[in-house]
């Protein structure tokens, strides 16, 4: 028998209607589990009950301490997370940095609640738990499973807020045909991180983003208010308006660490223009987050920054894992 830990944390996929209040996260994760998996057991645990727009970066850092210590049991195979889907790319993004095992971890969760009538949990986590068992999974990483799509944490985001699949890229390694999971790829691995210390409950990453009339003050208020790190979300393949090289290079000259990723949903940053485009940002100190968005670039950072390792040796810990 193959045996699957379910952590479950919250999400739509424990939400009940409250009437007028809202959907609210409250049922706990034995809820979840179905007695028929075949070959395979599932035990569950709640870590969380709540709604993940609700998690700090205190919040993701337990969820991963919970699948850690899952995978150091001998007796389990893989862990199933469930989670809400709108911030799952970032928990299951750090998920992948600090997964040091084999053992496959899938997130999941539901666009609709628990108790509405065409509710989509109870097949997610069934095809989560059967993604975690499958054995040419092992190696994988941290992964995503929704509506019969299996992908990598790593570069997937919530495309949209109501579809039954809401999400799109990363490496699709895994999908449902005719009742059997079929493992069409690998994601490439990268050399696992540390968990995280306590240090990165309190580690703040802000993202700014540029559009047209953008105003670089922002990027300077951020420095001020004490943030460790920004994320500029600048556009096309890593652009921004007028005056924010020289407020990137007074950022950074005050210690700041500044990443320079993009606002559009896919293609990595690829400093090419100048007069204050990627060219003049780079040059003035910040550093290209490649294909990782403004939000799995701001996890990265913030993982990064946690260690307390000195300030000039960030840029080359940071480009190792791009």
Known sequence: MVHIQLLGTGGTIASRSNGAGGAVAIDGSSALVDTQYGNVTVGARDVLTIGSYRLDLADLRRISEAV???LADPNTDGVVVTHGTDTLEETAFLLDLVHASPKPVVATGAQRTADSPDADGPRNVAEAVRAAAEEDLRGAGALICFNGTVRSARGARKVHTTAGSPFAGGTEVAHMVGGQLVVTATPRRYPPLPTPPVAFDNTRVEIITAYPGATPELLDHAVQLGSHAVVLAGTGVGN??????????????NGCIVVLSTRAPWGPVVPTYGDGGGIDLVEAGA?????????QARILTAVLLSYGKPREEFPALFESYL
């Open 287 to 295: 550093i290209p987050s490649m294909d990782l968005n403004p939000f």
């Open 68 to 70: 850690g210590q899952a």
């Open 240 to 253: 921004a308006g007028p005056g924010f090289a020289e407020a990137v290079k007074r950022a950074t000259g």
